[in-house]
């Protein structure tokens, strides 16, 4: 009896050393518009606020195209694709933001051999 005790009391500390380790938090710059308008997503009528990731774009969950102006605006969601400094995860096929930092519109008029 006392060895059985013994050896489930050790695999207790080996199970609780077996929890998953989070790892660290990163803020990654992605590119963020509307899923429907700019990156032509399908699966979901309006407009709605996703990332593009490595190539792939994903709906986004943790904020919404209304909570960064006029989404219909000439610097808009629907009407430009914007960068955003952001912190978050893929999941189930959406990437959920726990930090999301719409980053400035850059200016592309300092270029040299046009004007837009």
Not at 101 to 110: G, I, N, Q, S, Y
């Amino acid at each position: 009896m006392k060895k059985i005790t013994a050896i489930l009391f050790v695999l207790s500390f080996h199970f609780m050393n077996a929890q998953d380790v989070k790892q660290p938090v990163e803020t990654q710059i992605v590119e963020v518009s509307c899923g429907q308008c700019q990156f032509g997503m399908k699966g979901k009528k309006g407009c709605d606020l996703a990332a593009r990731i490595d190539g792939k774009s994903y709906f986004v969950d943790g904020t919404t195209l209304d909570n960064h102006g006029d989404a219909h605006a000439k610097d808009g969601f629907c009407s430009t694709i914007r960068k955003a400094e952001v912190v978050g995860e893929v999941k189930n096929d959406r990437f959920v933001v726990t930090s999301f930092k719409l980053l400035p519109v850059e200016d592309h008029d300092d270029h040299k051999g046009h004007n837009h």
